[in-house]
């Protein structure tokens, strides 16, 4: 019955438009059923917990923080590790990093431990912290980058020393319940799990010796946890048609305008005033008012048509006069991603998450060029071309087949507008296939739903 249907897709759908279409699909499906991120699929966040020696009633650790995730990031204000000790431990000190309450050590008469509580939540310490309380790796701020961007700096590191009378190697008893924030919810972590052998890298990255006892925790992210309103949206134009297709009108939220400090106009005196406001969270955004009233536009323009080769241009405006972005990145889908010729002032990572599945990428900025994207304003955006080599049996201007499929900023997914908005060519009967499109979309999504 399966193939029946796709033979008779085939029938409607012109070359290169069906895997198009599959892929959408595919991709809808896996990002809205799961937690699970599909371009993404191993992305974790590992913490490794390494006894480095025993102590006469406990141990200390160097707790490694390892953002596996190609583009997901952690951004100021930072991410925050939280986890219930399984008996009555206490942190006697902490190297780079620090607990954000003492809790109750009225017990404790000579040598008052860091920490008393249960629960302890950690901090990273900010950079420019004295000397004697850094250790390799710590001092960041929180601040964590992606695996694909910046390797060297998706690590982070701390180091505890645990007391707890009467532990040694034998009974030593694993925390539990690890909870991390980024700040926001968004990550669920699994149990701590022993792991052997274990290999330590001292601090001096020089050595590398056994560890005495080490455990691993995994956290994931899902963006239907962090129950995140679209934070980003894309619009579309083209050097064929002069039709500008702007962002849906209030993917992010809509203009009210009765209440102030929804958003602002770029013109008002009210501005300056709140723009300073100081001591505001900076992820409260406050937003330039626009009729999709999103922090980040994308805006993917057709630029040009060569006889080999066509170019785009990618501008990136931030809306949000809160909030600078300073590695940021974005994630493309397009079926021309497998063969891209030329890019321009953005850095460029194919991304192939699947065997044979290499139509995604990830884009970031280049150093001390444009990797910085201002808060709203007239600095407030970035820009990029690139060329595309054409494969003679996929392109096409026609059917919208040169705009991408699926755009992240910073792995938040970018609301697109809905296919049969998009630019034609002039004279494109694409009314009539937009709309076979739809149908069949509607007819595989009813028969997936039935056999699964
Ligand atoms: C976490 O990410 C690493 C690196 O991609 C991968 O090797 C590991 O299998 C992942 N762990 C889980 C539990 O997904
Ligand atoms: C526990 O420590 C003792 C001595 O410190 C050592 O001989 C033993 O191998 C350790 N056991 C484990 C499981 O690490
Ligand atoms: C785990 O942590 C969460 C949040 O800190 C808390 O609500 C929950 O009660 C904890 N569960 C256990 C078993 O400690
Ligand atoms: C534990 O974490 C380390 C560092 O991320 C990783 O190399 C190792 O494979 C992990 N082990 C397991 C069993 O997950
Ligand atoms: C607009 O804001 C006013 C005052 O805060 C509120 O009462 C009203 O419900 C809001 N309207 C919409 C459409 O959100
Ligand atoms: C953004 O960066 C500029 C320049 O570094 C700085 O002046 C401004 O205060 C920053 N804005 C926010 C909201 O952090
Ligand atoms: C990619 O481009 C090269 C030339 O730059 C061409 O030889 C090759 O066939 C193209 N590959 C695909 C998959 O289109
Ligand atoms: C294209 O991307 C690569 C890989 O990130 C980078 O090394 C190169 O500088 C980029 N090219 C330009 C012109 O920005
Ligand atoms: C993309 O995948 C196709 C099919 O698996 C392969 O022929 C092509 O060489 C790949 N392109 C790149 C750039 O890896
Ligand atoms: C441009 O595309 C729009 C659809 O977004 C369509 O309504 C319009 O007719 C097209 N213009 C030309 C000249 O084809």
């Keep these: 019955m399966k193939s029946v249907l796709l033979s008779a ?3 409607v759908v012109p070359r290169g438009g069906l895997p198009v279409l599959l892929l959408l699909f595919l991709a809808y499906f896996t990002s809205t059923s799961t937690a699970y991120d599909a ?7 590992t913490l490794k917990w390494d006894v480095i020696s025993w102590t006469p009633d406990g141990y200390v650790a160097v707790v490694t923080m390892f953002n596996f995730q190609q583009y997901r990031h952690i951004q100021e204000p930072g991410w925050s590790l939280g986890w219930t000790w399984a008996k009555k431990e206490v942190i006697w000190n902490m190297m780079g990093a620090q607990t954000t309450e003492q809790g109750d050590c009225s017990k404790f008469k000579a040598g008052i431990p860091h920490c008393c509580k249960k629960d302890p939540t950690v901090v990273d310490l900010l950079p420019g912290t004295p000397y004697n309380q850094q250790i390799a790796n710590c001092c960041k701020g929180g601040v964590l980058n992606s695996w694909a961007q910046d390797p060297n700096n998706a690590v982070s590191s701390f180091q505890i020393s645990v007391g707890s009378a009467g532990t040694t190697n034998k009974t030593v008893k694993l925390p539990k319940n690890f909870t991390l924030k980024a700040p926001g919810p968004g990550y669920t972590c699994g149990p701590a799990k022993i792991v052997r052998p274990t290999q330590y890298i001292t601090s001096d990255k ?12 995994t956290c994931s992210y899902s963006q239907f946890l962090a129950q995140k309103t679209p934070s980003c949206c894309v ?4 050097f064929y048609n002069d039709t500008i297709v702007n962002c849906p009108t209030c993917t992010c939220g809509c203009q009210n305008k009765t209440a102030h400090g929804s958003c602002v106009n770029p013109d008002s005196p009210y501005l300056s005033s709140v723009v300073s406001e100081s001591g505001k969270a900076i992820n409260t955004p406050l937003v330039q008012c626009t009729s999709h009233m999103c922090p980040i536009r994308i805006h993917w323009h057709v630029k040009l048509n060569y006889k080999e080769y066509w170019r785009i241009k990618i501008t990136i405006t931030n809306f949000n006069y809160r909030m600078n972005y300073s590695q940021w990145n974005l994630v493309v889908q397009h079926p021309n991603f497998d063969n891209i010729t030329e890019n321009f002032s953005f850095n460029y990572k194919s991304l192939s998450p699947y ?10 900025g280049v150093k ?8 709203a304003g007239p600095l407030g955006n970035v820009q990029s071309e690139i060329l595309f080599r054409k494969d003679k049996s996929t392109f096409t201007f026609d059917k919208g087949w040169a705009f991408p499929r699926r ?4 792995g938040e997914n970018c609301v697109m507008p809905p296919p049969d908005s998009y630019p034609w060519l002039p004279n494109a009967s694409s ?5 076979l499109l739809t149908t069949v979309i509607a007819t595989l999504a009813s028969l997936f739903i039935l056999l699964n």
């Design 368 to 375: 001390f060029y444009n990797d910085f994207l201002s808060s």
């Design 9 to 11: 897709i085939g029938s």
């Design 235 to 238: 619009s579309l134009s083209s």
């Design 206 to 217: 020089r050595r590398t010796t056994q560890a005495l006892m080490t455990w691993n925790v």
């Design 39 to 45: 371009l993404d699929p191993t992305g974790n966040i």
């Design 431 to 435: 009314k009539l296939v937009f709309s």
């Design 355 to 364: 065997e044979g599945l290499n139509d995604t990428a990830m884009l970031w």
């Design 407 to 410: 755009i992240y900023f910073n």
